[in-house]
Protein backbone atom coordinates (compact mmCIF):
# COMPACT_ATOMS: atom_id res chain seq x y z
CA UNK A 1 0.00 0.00 0.00
CA UNK A 2 1.49 3.27 -0.81
CA UNK A 3 1.04 6.61 1.04
CA UNK A 4 0.23 10.26 -0.87
CA UNK A 5 0.19 12.78 1.68
CA UNK A 6 -0.17 16.57 0.78
CA UNK A 7 -0.07 19.79 3.04
CA UNK A 8 -0.79 23.61 2.44
CA UNK A 9 0.74 26.08 5.30
CA UNK A 10 0.03 29.47 5.42
CA UNK A 11 2.19 32.24 7.27
CA UNK A 12 0.00 35.44 7.71
CA UNK A 13 1.35 38.43 10.05
CA UNK A 14 -2.29 39.76 11.82
CA UNK A 15 -2.52 42.29 13.94
CA UNK A 16 0.99 42.09 15.19
CA UNK A 17 1.12 38.39 15.54
CA UNK A 18 2.32 35.63 12.63
CA UNK A 19 -0.35 33.13 12.39
CA UNK A 20 0.18 29.64 10.40
CA UNK A 21 -3.37 28.11 8.55
CA UNK A 22 -2.77 24.92 6.90
CA UNK A 23 -4.54 22.65 5.06
CA UNK A 24 -3.99 18.53 4.34
CA UNK A 25 -4.62 15.18 2.51
CA UNK A 26 -3.47 12.29 3.50
CA UNK A 27 -0.92 11.50 6.85
CA UNK A 28 0.43 14.69 7.11
CA UNK A 29 -0.13 17.18 10.01
CA UNK A 30 1.03 20.77 11.31
CA UNK A 31 0.55 20.50 15.67
CA UNK A 32 -0.47 23.13 16.88
CA UNK A 33 1.51 26.76 16.64
CA UNK A 34 4.17 27.78 19.74
CA UNK A 35 4.71 30.99 20.53
CA UNK A 36 8.39 30.48 22.46
CA UNK A 37 9.49 33.94 21.27
CA UNK A 38 6.41 35.91 21.51
CA UNK A 39 4.17 36.48 18.59
CA UNK A 40 6.23 37.70 16.23
CA UNK A 41 7.88 34.06 14.98
CA UNK A 42 4.85 31.05 14.62
CA UNK A 43 6.68 27.65 15.39
CA UNK A 44 5.45 24.70 13.93
CA UNK A 45 6.05 21.22 13.78
CA UNK A 46 5.63 19.08 10.87
CA UNK A 47 4.57 15.33 11.65
CA UNK A 48 3.94 12.31 9.03
CA UNK A 49 2.50 9.49 11.03
CA UNK A 50 3.83 6.70 8.49
CA UNK A 51 7.01 7.70 9.53
CA UNK A 52 8.44 7.31 6.79
CA UNK A 53 8.68 6.53 2.93
CA UNK A 54 8.84 3.71 0.74
CA UNK A 55 8.23 2.92 -3.15
CA UNK A 56 5.34 4.56 -4.80
CA UNK A 57 5.11 7.53 -1.53
CA UNK A 58 4.92 10.72 -2.33
CA UNK A 59 4.67 13.81 0.00
CA UNK A 60 4.16 17.09 -1.45
CA UNK A 61 4.61 20.76 0.97
CA UNK A 62 4.03 23.90 -0.08
CA UNK A 63 4.19 26.78 2.29
CA UNK A 64 3.85 30.24 2.16
CA UNK A 65 5.23 33.13 4.45
CA UNK A 66 3.32 36.63 3.53
CA UNK A 67 4.88 40.12 4.41
CA UNK A 68 6.29 40.72 7.78
CA UNK A 69 5.37 36.93 8.92
CA UNK A 70 7.81 34.59 10.16
CA UNK A 71 7.56 31.39 10.81
CA UNK A 72 9.48 27.92 11.84
CA UNK A 73 9.13 24.74 10.92
CA UNK A 74 10.95 21.45 12.33
CA UNK A 75 9.80 17.89 12.42
CA UNK A 76 9.80 15.06 15.41
CA UNK A 77 11.91 12.78 13.91
CA UNK A 78 13.91 12.26 10.27
CA UNK A 79 12.50 11.40 7.40
CA UNK A 80 12.97 7.87 6.72
CA UNK A 81 13.53 6.57 2.82
CA UNK A 82 13.06 2.65 3.47
CA UNK A 83 13.72 -0.03 0.98
CA UNK A 84 12.29 -0.18 -2.54
CA UNK A 85 11.13 -3.02 -4.63
CA UNK A 86 11.21 -1.06 -7.98
CA UNK A 87 8.99 2.34 -7.40
CA UNK A 88 10.54 5.93 -6.36
CA UNK A 89 9.75 7.62 -3.15
CA UNK A 90 9.46 11.17 -3.66
CA UNK A 91 9.38 14.00 -1.08
CA UNK A 92 8.87 17.81 -2.67
CA UNK A 93 8.70 20.85 -0.83
CA UNK A 94 8.23 24.58 -2.18
CA UNK A 95 8.56 26.93 -0.31
CA UNK A 96 7.55 30.09 -1.28
CA UNK A 97 8.11 34.06 0.75
CA UNK A 98 6.83 37.32 -0.18
CA UNK A 99 8.19 40.42 0.54
CA UNK A 100 9.68 41.56 3.93
CA UNK A 101 8.79 37.51 5.02
CA UNK A 102 11.39 35.61 6.90
CA UNK A 103 10.61 31.50 6.98
CA UNK A 104 13.41 28.93 9.07
CA UNK A 105 12.86 25.64 7.33
CA UNK A 106 15.21 23.14 9.65
CA UNK A 107 13.51 19.79 9.40
CA UNK A 108 15.19 16.65 11.30
CA UNK A 109 17.62 14.50 8.95
CA UNK A 110 16.30 12.28 6.03
CA UNK A 111 17.80 8.81 6.27
CA UNK A 112 18.25 6.83 3.48
CA UNK A 113 18.24 3.00 3.86
CA UNK A 114 20.03 0.89 1.93
CA UNK A 115 18.05 -0.62 -1.24
CA UNK A 116 16.01 2.95 -1.50
CA UNK A 117 15.31 4.39 -4.28
CA UNK A 118 14.47 8.03 -3.01
CA UNK A 119 14.27 12.00 -4.42
CA UNK A 120 13.95 14.75 -2.12
CA UNK A 121 13.55 17.89 -3.93
CA UNK A 122 13.10 21.34 -2.15
CA UNK A 123 12.32 24.95 -4.36
CA UNK A 124 12.36 27.87 -2.60
CA UNK A 125 10.69 31.11 -4.56
CA UNK A 126 11.87 34.50 -3.29
CA UNK A 127 10.37 38.30 -3.63
CA UNK A 128 12.81 40.77 -3.27
CA UNK A 129 13.06 41.87 0.72
CA UNK A 130 12.68 38.38 2.03
CA UNK A 131 14.60 36.52 3.75
CA UNK A 132 15.26 32.67 4.86
CA UNK A 133 17.15 29.78 6.52
CA UNK A 134 17.49 26.71 6.05
CA UNK A 135 19.25 23.38 6.14
CA UNK A 136 19.17 20.05 4.47
CA UNK A 137 20.83 16.72 6.25
CA UNK A 138 20.83 13.24 4.76
CA UNK A 139 22.56 10.56 6.55
CA UNK A 140 23.24 7.67 3.91
CA UNK A 141 22.40 3.98 5.91
CA UNK A 142 23.49 4.28 9.70
CA UNK A 143 26.43 3.36 10.25
CA UNK A 144 26.30 2.92 13.94
CA UNK A 145 23.32 0.46 14.10
CA UNK A 146 25.46 -1.82 11.49
CA UNK A 147 22.67 -1.06 8.78
CA UNK A 148 24.94 0.68 5.48
CA UNK A 149 24.20 2.09 2.57
CA UNK A 150 25.00 -0.95 -0.02
CA UNK A 151 22.84 -0.69 -2.54
CA UNK A 152 20.37 1.98 -3.74
CA UNK A 153 20.15 5.71 -5.14
CA UNK A 154 19.11 8.81 -3.83
CA UNK A 155 18.40 12.35 -5.35
CA UNK A 156 18.93 15.42 -3.43
CA UNK A 157 18.03 18.73 -5.31
CA UNK A 158 18.06 22.08 -3.92
CA UNK A 159 16.90 25.04 -5.86
CA UNK A 160 16.62 28.72 -5.64
CA UNK A 161 15.13 29.50 -9.10
CA UNK A 162 17.41 32.11 -11.42
CA UNK A 163 19.87 32.20 -8.53
CA UNK A 164 21.22 28.97 -7.10
CA UNK A 165 20.93 25.04 -8.02
CA UNK A 166 22.41 22.12 -6.29
CA UNK A 167 21.76 18.89 -7.50
CA UNK A 168 23.12 15.37 -7.05
CA UNK A 169 22.73 11.30 -7.51
CA UNK A 170 24.14 9.68 -4.94
CA UNK A 171 24.16 5.80 -6.21
CA UNK A 172 25.37 2.91 -3.44
CA UNK A 173 27.65 0.96 -5.94
CA UNK A 174 29.37 4.05 -6.89
CA UNK A 175 32.58 3.13 -4.83
CA UNK A 176 34.80 6.01 -5.97
CA UNK A 177 31.71 9.00 -5.61
CA UNK A 178 30.96 7.16 -1.98
CA UNK A 179 34.55 6.36 -0.30
CA UNK A 180 37.60 8.34 -2.82
CA UNK A 181 38.83 11.72 -1.70
CA UNK A 182 37.65 13.18 -4.56
CA UNK A 183 33.80 12.03 -3.53
CA UNK A 184 32.29 11.33 -0.40
CA UNK A 185 35.78 10.05 1.36
CA UNK A 186 34.04 7.56 2.99
CA UNK A 187 31.83 10.11 5.45
CA UNK A 188 27.88 8.69 5.39
CA UNK A 189 26.39 12.14 6.62
CA UNK A 190 25.95 15.64 4.23
CA UNK A 191 24.60 18.23 5.64
CA UNK A 192 24.44 22.10 4.43
CA UNK A 193 22.60 25.28 5.92
CA UNK A 194 21.72 27.99 3.73
CA UNK A 195 20.87 31.90 4.26
CA UNK A 196 18.86 32.93 1.16
CA UNK A 197 17.97 36.68 0.55
CA UNK A 198 15.43 37.55 -2.13
CA UNK A 199 17.85 40.76 -3.31
CA UNK A 200 21.85 40.75 -3.60
CA UNK A 201 22.97 41.20 -0.12
CA UNK A 202 25.33 44.39 0.46
CA UNK A 203 29.22 43.04 0.32
CA UNK A 204 29.62 43.52 3.86
CA UNK A 205 26.96 41.57 5.47
CA UNK A 206 28.05 38.63 3.04
CA UNK A 207 31.64 39.23 4.30
CA UNK A 208 30.65 39.10 8.08
CA UNK A 209 28.16 36.51 7.79
CA UNK A 210 31.02 33.93 5.99
CA UNK A 211 33.49 35.14 8.51
CA UNK A 212 30.95 34.02 12.05
CA UNK A 213 30.84 30.45 10.25
CA UNK A 214 34.25 30.10 9.57
CA UNK A 215 35.20 31.37 13.12
CA UNK A 216 32.96 28.70 14.30
CA UNK A 217 33.77 25.92 11.84
CA UNK A 218 38.04 26.72 13.35
CA UNK A 219 36.78 25.62 16.13
CA UNK A 220 34.97 22.45 16.07
CA UNK A 221 35.78 19.16 15.65
CA UNK A 222 34.81 18.82 11.56
CA UNK A 223 36.74 21.58 10.61
CA UNK A 224 38.64 19.18 8.28
CA UNK A 225 35.33 18.66 5.98
CA UNK A 226 33.28 21.43 6.65
CA UNK A 227 33.27 24.83 5.05
CA UNK A 228 31.79 27.78 4.38
CA UNK A 229 30.97 29.39 0.85
CA UNK A 230 29.07 32.15 -1.33
CA UNK A 231 27.79 30.90 -4.51
CA UNK A 232 25.78 33.59 -5.68
CA UNK A 233 25.38 37.19 -4.01
CA UNK A 234 22.27 36.02 -2.53
CA UNK A 235 23.37 32.89 -1.01
CA UNK A 236 25.55 32.04 1.63
CA UNK A 237 25.98 28.09 2.48
CA UNK A 238 27.72 26.14 5.00
CA UNK A 239 28.68 22.58 3.97
CA UNK A 240 29.64 19.91 6.07
CA UNK A 241 30.64 15.83 5.62
CA UNK A 242 30.76 13.59 8.85
CA UNK A 243 30.67 9.93 9.95
CA UNK A 244 27.31 10.08 11.50
CA UNK A 245 24.58 13.33 11.82
CA UNK A 246 24.61 14.21 15.36
CA UNK A 247 28.30 16.13 14.69
CA UNK A 248 27.33 17.64 11.88
CA UNK A 249 23.96 18.80 13.21
CA UNK A 250 25.57 20.25 16.19
CA UNK A 251 27.57 22.28 13.63
CA UNK A 252 24.93 23.55 11.58
CA UNK A 253 23.01 24.66 15.14
CA UNK A 254 25.94 26.47 15.97
CA UNK A 255 25.93 28.56 13.04
CA UNK A 256 22.32 28.84 12.55
CA UNK A 257 22.34 30.73 16.37
CA UNK A 258 24.89 32.84 15.27
CA UNK A 259 23.77 33.92 11.94
CA UNK A 260 20.45 34.10 13.90
CA UNK A 261 21.25 37.00 15.75
CA UNK A 262 23.81 38.60 13.29
CA UNK A 263 20.94 38.62 10.01
CA UNK A 264 18.49 39.18 12.37
CA UNK A 265 19.27 40.27 15.69
CA UNK A 266 17.11 37.68 17.40
CA UNK A 267 18.43 34.83 19.94
CA UNK A 268 18.43 31.38 18.89
CA UNK A 269 15.39 29.85 20.26
CA UNK A 270 15.68 26.02 19.49
CA UNK A 271 11.81 24.46 19.24
CA UNK A 272 11.56 22.21 22.37
CA UNK A 273 11.29 19.31 20.47
CA UNK A 274 15.02 18.72 19.68
CA UNK A 275 15.75 18.55 23.33
CA UNK A 276 13.05 15.63 24.19
Known amino acids: MTWHASLQ ?12 RHEHSGPLRVLQSLYPEGDAVCHNVLVHPPGGLVGGDTVDIAVRASQNAHGLITTPGATRFYRSEGELAVQRTTLNLTSDSRLEWLPLEAIC ?19 MMGWDVTALGLPLANQPFHSGN ?108 YFWHISQSPPRIWST
Not at 204 to 225: M, N, P, V
Open 113 to 131: YNNCRAENHLTINMAPGAE
Open 154 to 261: FLQHIEVPGVWLERGRIQAQDHRLMNSPLGLAGQRCLASLFFVAGSKLERGRRDIALETARSIIAAHSLKATAGATSPNGQVVVVRVLAPVVEPAMNLLREVWAAWRH
Open 9 to 20: LDYRREAGRTVA
